[in-house]
């Protein structure tokens, strides 16, 4: 399996192909705030196409990344300058002569916030999201989280179908609330998941801090791959107290993949943190 960890995401690179996981992104959450009496500005968006741009950047570098994406992008996914001014000219030249980065890119669900419709932020925001990994790859995968109930009335305006799972090579990608009979499937060697939005605190004897981190271990013999949130408001939850999927993984026996960057620290197990 050729996996390498860019930031929060995956590359996993199989025969002359690649995809790139990306875990819940839960976009309008700030909206959902807003709504419910708390105050926060609205930062997240740009910030996220802004990590994506650097994740993108190292892949097609060969992993020397490239932090010179600044842009601020609107809901077509176009890159804004500073002034605020669209310079649609240039990007869409620019769009022409560009490269597909990946052949696939996959959404691992829980890509809007909102359970009970779909609010102003999220058409705005996922139909950003969508436009501008359409052009970083051949093939764009939406797989339907739990908050992704209206999600799909969304990605159709974006010409994109939300599956359940998806399977490519000996890889199943699941959301990762309920189990799915295909990732029992003959030739699925690896279940690769979001949902859980894993993190550790990790502490020096003066501070202590959470990071996202990536969970890889066994179970039912067959590789498992926990991929952190790339939401950036919420760090995640804390792994030494277990994980939210359906599945009893020993944790203990897990690698932890902290995130640093747009590279990762091997922690070794889990059970030799505590």
Avoid at 85 to 99: A, F, G, L
Avoid at 184 to 191: E, P
Avoid at 222 to 230: A, G, L, R
């Amino acid at each position: 399996m050729g996996i390498e960890y860019i930031g929060k995401c995956l590359l996993i690179e199989e025969k002359g192909e690649n995809i790139v996981v990306i875990g819940d992104l839960h976009l309008g959450y700030e909206e959902a705030l807003n709504r419910s009496g708390v105050y926060v500005t609205r930062e997240m968006y740009k910030e996220m196409m802004g990590e994506m741009d650097g994740v993108f950047d190292k892949i097609r570098d060969n992993g020397n990344a490239n932090m010179t994406s600044k842009g601020v992008y609107d809901n077509e996914g176009l890159r804004v300058t500073d002034k605020g001014e669209k310079d649609k000219q240039i990007i869409d030249n620019n769009t022409k002569n560009e490269k597909k980065v990946v052949d696939k890119i996959i959404l691992l669900g829980d890509v809007k916030h909102s359970f009970s419709g779909n609010l102003r932020q999220e058409w705005n925001d996922v139909l950003g999201v969508i436009n501008y990994l359409k052009e970083k790859c051949s093939e764009l995968v939406i797989l339907r989280g739990n908050h992704d109930n209206y999600l799909i009335n969304i990605a159709k305006q974006g010409e994109i179908d939300v599956v359940e799972s998806y399977i490519w090579k000996e890889y199943c990608f699941i959301h990762g609330d309920v189990e799915r009979e295909e990732m029992n499937t003959n030739g699925v060697g690896c279940w690769v998941i979001g949902h859980a939005h894993p993190a550790i605190f990790l502490e020096d004897g003066t501070t202590r801090e959470k990071y996202k981190c990536f969970l890889i271990g066994e179970y039912r013999k067959k590789k498992i791959i926990v991929v952190p949130s790339f939401f950036s408001l919420i760090v995640g939850s804390n792994v030494r107290e277990g994980v939210n999927v359906p599945w009893e993984f020993d944790l203990d026996k897990f690698d932890v993949k902290v995130v640093n960057g747009l590279g990762v620290l091997d922690f070794g197990k889990l059970d030799n943190l505590k």
